[in-house]
């Protein structure tokens, strides 16, 4: 059974009820980021009940030592840990010296969460009973300014409802934070300093190994009833905290509030000499500001971004909240201003997989953002890997591979491989396919070819030499195999000839000889710099070309479809309709001998080179192997449901494409694959976006044209969409009726809907 505890809304993300069981849960999903720090959504006032405390920054990792019982020759050395840097958001509350503690309370009435989607807040109110029998009416508002991305701002307001009281704030910075998933409670930080000016509170601290230098900052203002109070407070330091307190007298009805602006600066941005001053800055700029007016910068900063990004759902209210959320989440996660951050499938809720960069960028979460934003910012994720690509060389290297050729990490913080599981190391080798993919699919939607000779071309070199040294040649088939590798499908390991990894190998190095080709033609100084560089001559080039030529796909004559690999009917292939439920997920139930060997699959494998490669296929082909696999795929993966979500729709099976769709776009909300304590699947919801845009909208590129074959599921009244597509924003509004199209700009556009031509004009509705 799914949690069903998250109310239906528009717009926000509502929690009705105190439950300690449900805690670390909302603590993920009520998670707040500004793309470039995040926190999840964890009580500002002590909590001594079950919770998973974590504040993270963009970009600040630990290397920590991997440990292995057998180490191999190209391991990786470390596991890039995202850190759970120190904490700012703390206020300890103390009533008549009674500690404010929901674990502890007599009682606890009226708790309602929101994570306000549309002016970007969190805030939690509540009536409490403490302890000693006074009883309080609570609201703490919460945001992490994208105005001013280094700041973070906290509402605490109190209500005395039965007495008269004192009421003690403690507002205090934390540099002692250990990783939930730290080894041995290890201690990835050291504080440097603890320092204070007048009520400005910093507290200095480095991480060990990397030595990011990072100033945690805070100050604090008391009001009462809306007013602010001159108040003489104290201050307590220890070696890695700072406390100031204020204590207050209120009478019964007043309201007491402190209001907390916080956050961090690092030597990323500015100078280690300057992190104090830098900081004082920051909050001079809070303060002058006050409260209200940044939470009212903040909303407007919110409706621009939501002005371009939205997708409107009537109709159908979980459908609705759930695009939100994932569109929300995406934005919190990355605004593509900095080309040295990137999405971490975790991104700013949790710990889980280091934080790092996958693939999940360049196959998922490119479009989202070419489409919703300038193309600069997809631009710049590809930049991103470009920036990397020494290291891939020195990755490949590492596994004896020569001559420049390049292994892309499956993990990432700095471009090393930092992945600490051999299989996945080792063999999960088509992630490198996703890197010229998203190039590929860059130049196609942008039309910006102007990447592949100034950045791009070196990259899609390095990869097509590491295929063409991947490869086996079999004399027993005549063709070139793929042996010892994991696909998508990571409940199959060590297998041979993946028919996905082969057919992006294949594909590759197919796009790079085309690239070279217009590079030499169209940009000639670029192409006599690159050959220079990687010193590319034409007997590679034939090498290439064979290896390309005579790839080997296994494939069932028998069922008319490609095999996920070379073996796959040795399986017994059993539907999961026909698994009990008691066995699902079968990640949490079963060992991993069992799923190494049972037929089920994780995620899209074949059907995702079905997905990235559709013009290589025909519908009726699509259709067969969709039916071969789907029904053994259990979507343990939160890349999952969106790919089989888009195939469906263009398969027609528009209700079969809405559940995959309530199924990623509902992924984390309601909990199906019970785990979203650990936080939320944040690549995955870019895939939630594409479900809309490419699945039921039929969003395609074709002929440098874009080309759409809209549908709409039956529970919903219409649904709308923008896109920004090569400079002109082009929305879409489907009904069951019409779909009208509205161009923003100075120039018609020729586009194709439903196999025809249409040309929209702008800012006329054009309708079909």
Same mark, same amino acid.
């Given at each position: 059974?799914?949690?069903?505890?998250?109310?239906?809304?528009?717009?926000?993300?509502?929690?009705?009820?105190?439950?300690?069981?449900?805690?670390?849960?909302?603590?993920?999903?009520?998670?707040?980021?500004?793309?470039?720090?995040?926190?999840?959504?964890?009580?500002?006032?002590?909590?001594?009940?079950?919770?998973?405390?974590?504040?993270?920054?963009?970009?600040?990792?630990?290397?920590?030592?991997?440990?292995?019982?057998?180490?191999?020759?190209?391991?990786?050395?470390?596991?890039?840990?995202?850190?759970?840097?120190?904490?700012?958001?703390?206020?300890?509350?103390?009533?008549?010296?009674?500690?404010?503690?929901?674990?502890?309370?007599?009682?606890?009435?009226?708790?309602?969460?929101?994570?306000?989607?549309?002016?970007?807040?969190?805030?939690?109110?509540?009536?409490?009973?403490?302890?000693?029998?006074?009883?309080?009416?609570?609201?703490?508002?919460?945001?992490?300014?994208?105005?001013?991305?280094?700041?973070?701002?906290?509402?605490?307001?109190?209500?005395?409802?039965?007495?008269?009281?004192?009421?003690?704030?403690?507002?205090?910075?934390?540099?002692?934070?250990?990783?939930?998933?730290?080894?041995?409670?290890?201690?990835?930080?050291?504080?440097?300093?603890?320092?204070?000016?007048?009520?400005?509170?910093?507290?200095?601290?480095?991480?060990?190994?990397?030595?990011?230098?990072?100033?945690?900052?805070?100050?604090?203002?008391?009001?009462?009833?809306?007013?602010?109070?001159?108040? !003489?407070?104290?201050?307590?330091?220890? !070696?890695?905290?700072?406390?100031?307190?204020?204590?207050?007298?209120?009478?019964?009805?007043?309201?007491?509030?402190?209001?907390?602006?916080?956050?961090?600066?690092?030597?990323?941005?500015?100078?280690?000499?300057?992190?104090?001053?830098?900081?004082?800055?920051?909050?001079?700029?809070?303060?002058?500001?006050?409260?209200?007016?940044?939470?009212?910068?903040?909303?407007?900063?919110?409706?621009?971004?939501?002005?371009?990004?939205?997708?409107?759902?009537?109709?159908?209210?979980?459908?609705?909240?759930?695009?939100?959320?994932?569109?929300?989440?995406?934005?919190?996660?990355?605004?593509?201003?900095?080309?040295?951050?990137?999405?971490?499938?975790?991104?700013?809720?949790?710990?889980?997989?280091?934080?790092?960069?996958?693939?999940?960028?360049?196959?998922?979460?490119? *479009?989202?953002?070419?489409?919703?934003?300038?193309?600069?910012?997809?631009?710049?994720?590809?930049?991103?890997?470009?920036?990397?690509?020494?290291?891939?060389?020195?990755?490949?290297?590492?596994?004896?591979?020569?001559?420049?050729?390049?292994?892309?990490?499956?993990?990432?913080?700095?471009?090393?491989?930092?992945?600490?599981?051999?299989?996945?190391?080792?063999?999960?080798?088509?992630?490198?396919?996703?890197?010229?993919?998203?190039?590929?699919?860059?130049?196609?939607?942008?039309?910006?070819?102007?990447?592949?000779?100034?950045?791009?071309?070196?990259?899609?070199?390095?990869?097509?030499?590491?295929?063409?040294?991947?490869?086996?040649?079999?004399?027993?088939?005549?063709?070139?195999?793929?042996?010892?590798?994991?696909?998508?499908?990571?409940?199959?390991?060590?297998?041979?000839?993946?028919?996905?990894?082969?057919?992006?190998?294949?594909?590759?190095?197919?796009?790079?000889?085309?690239?070279?080709?217009?590079?030499?033609?169209?940009?000639?100084?670029?192409?006599?710099?690159?050959?220079?560089?990687?010193?590319?001559?034409?007997?590679?080039?034939?090498?290439?070309?064979?290896?390309?030529?005579?790839?080997?796909?296994?494939?069932?004559?028998?069922?008319?479809?490609?095999?996920?690999?070379?073996?796959?009917?040795?399986?017994?292939?059993?539907?999961?309709?026909?698994?009990?439920?008691?066995?699902? *997920?079968?990640?949490?139930?079963?060992?991993?001998?069992?799923?190494?060997?049972?037929?089920?699959?994780?995620?899209?494998?074949?059907?995702?080179?079905?997905?990235?490669?559709?013009?290589?296929?025909?519908?009726?082909?699509?259709?067969?192997?969709?039916?071969?696999?789907?029904?053994?795929?259990?979507?343990?993966?939160?890349?999952?449901?969106?790919?089989?979500?888009?195939?469906?729709?263009?398969?027609?099976?528009?209700?079969?494409?809405?559940?995959?769709?309530?199924?990623?776009?509902?992924?984390?909300?309601?909990?199906?694959?019970?785990?979203?304590?650990?936080?939320?699947?944040?690549?995955?919801?870019?895939?939630?976006?594409?479900?809309?845009?490419?699945?039921?909208?039929?969003?395609?590129?074709?002929?440098?044209?874009?080309?759409?074959?809209?549908?709409?599921?039956?529970?919903?009244?219409?649904?709308?969409?923008?896109?920004?597509?090569?400079?002109?924003?082009?929305?879409?509004?489907?009904?069951?009726?019409?779909?009208?199209?509205?161009? !923003?700009?100075?120039?018609?556009?020729?586009?194709?809907?439903?196999?025809?031509?249409?040309?929209?004009? *702008?800012?006329?509705?054009?309708?079909?």
């Amino acid at each position: 059974m799914n949690q069903d505890y998250i109310q239906p809304n528009e717009w926000s993300i509502l929690e009705e009820g105190f439950d300690v069981e449900r805690v670390k849960s909302s603590e993920s999903l009520f998670s707040i980021g500004n793309g470039v720090m995040g926190q999840r959504a964890n009580f500002e006032e002590h909590y001594s009940g079950p919770s998973f405390q974590g504040s993270y920054i963009g970009g600040v990792y630990y290397p920590d030592k991997t440990k292995v019982g057998w180490w191999k020759n190209g391991y990786p050395e470390y596991f890039a840990k995202v850190l759970n840097a120190p904490n700012w958001i703390g206020i300890n509350v103390f009533v008549n010296d009674e500690a404010l503690d929901l674990f502890t309370c007599k009682k606890v009435e009226d708790f309602t969460r929101e994570l306000n989607m549309k002016a970007g807040f969190h805030r939690r109110s509540f009536v409490a009973t403490l302890p000693n029998d006074v009883e309080i009416s609570v609201t703490a508002t919460r945001f992490l300014s994208i105005v001013e991305d280094e700041l973070g701002a906290i509402d605490f307001e109190i209500e005395v409802l039965n007495s008269d009281v004192e009421v003690r704030f403690e507002p205090y910075l934390d540099g002692g934070i250990t990783n939930t998933d730290a080894n041995w409670e290890e201690r990835f930080w050291k504080t440097l300093e603890v320092k204070s000016e007048g009520n400005k509170g910093f507290v200095l601290s480095k991480t060990l190994k990397t030595e990011f230098h990072v100033n945690t900052f805070m100050q604090s203002e008391v009001l009462l009833n809306g007013e602010k109070q001159d108040v !003489e407070f104290t201050e307590t330091k220890t !070696e890695d905290k700072l406390t100031f307190s204020y204590s207050v007298k209120a009478e019964k009805g007043q309201k007491l509030s402190l209001r907390k602006y916080a956050g961090y600066v690092t030597d990323m941005n500015h100078k280690r000499s300057d992190l104090v001053t830098a900081a004082s800055k920051v909050l001079d700029y809070a303060t002058n500001s006050g409260f209200s007016k940044l939470l009212q910068e903040q909303k407007e900063a919110w409706a621009k971004i939501w002005e371009m990004a939205d997708i409107t759902i009537e109709g159908d209210v979980k459908a609705q909240q759930g695009i939100r959320f994932n569109i929300f989440q995406l934005n919190q996660t990355y605004l593509g201003k900095d080309e040295r951050l990137n999405i971490g499938p975790k991104g700013f809720t949790g710990e889980k997989y280091g934080g790092s960069t996958y693939w999940d960028t360049e196959a998922y979460c490119i *479009p989202f953002y070419m489409a919703t934003k300038d193309h600069q910012v997809a631009r710049n994720l590809l930049t991103y890997r470009y920036n990397h690509l020494d290291k891939a060389i020195e990755n490949a290297e590492k596994l004896g591979f020569i001559n420049g050729a390049a292994l892309y990490p499956m993990v990432t913080m700095n471009g090393e491989e930092s992945h600490n599981e051999w299989e996945i190391t080792f063999e999960e080798i088509h992630r490198n396919g996703a890197m010229v993919y998203a190039i590929y699919n860059y130049v196609r939607y942008t039309g910006d070819f102007t990447y592949i000779p100034e950045k791009g071309l070196e990259v899609m070199i390095a990869i097509a030499r590491f295929w063409q040294q991947r490869v086996n040649f079999s004399k027993n088939k005549n063709k070139y195999v793929m042996l010892g590798v994991t696909g998508p499908n990571e409940y199959e390991n060590n297998v041979h000839n993946n028919w996905y990894t082969n057919y992006i190998a294949k594909w590759c190095i197919e796009y790079c000889l085309e690239s070279i080709d217009k590079v030499k033609d169209a940009y000639p100084e670029d192409y006599e710099r690159v050959m220079g560089k990687t010193k590319l001559n034409e007997g590679e080039l034939a090498k290439w070309k064979e290896v390309a030529d005579n790839m080997y796909f296994p494939y069932s004559e028998e069922n008319g479809v490609f095999l996920q690999q070379d073996g796959f009917l040795d399986k017994e292939i059993l539907p999961i309709a026909e698994l009990d439920k008691t066995q699902r *997920p079968i990640n949490q139930k079963w060992s991993w001998d069992r799923i190494l060997r049972s037929c089920y699959i994780k995620q899209a494998d074949v059907l995702q080179g079905f997905y990235f490669f559709e013009d290589h296929f025909s519908k009726n082909e699509l259709e067969k192997h969709f039916d071969y696999y789907e029904p053994i795929t259990v979507h343990e993966s939160s890349l999952s449901p969106c790919v089989h979500s888009i195939q469906a729709a263009l398969l027609g099976r528009t209700k079969q494409a809405y559940e995959f769709y309530l199924r990623t776009s509902r992924l984390d909300l309601d909990d199906y694959n019970k785990e979203v304590e650990q936080g939320c699947h944040i690549t995955s919801m870019a895939g939630t976006w594409m479900s809309i845009v490419e699945g039921f909208g039929g969003m395609r590129v074709k002929n440098d044209k874009l080309s759409f074959n809209p549908t709409i599921p039956e529970d919903w009244e219409s649904y709308s969409f923008k896109v920004n597509f090569r400079d002109q924003v082009l929305k879409v509004k489907v009904s069951a009726e019409k779909t009208v199209f509205q161009l !923003e700009g100075e120039n018609a556009i020729e586009i194709n809907v439903n196999g025809k031509s249409v040309e929209v004009n *702008p800012n006329q509705e054009f309708a079909v």
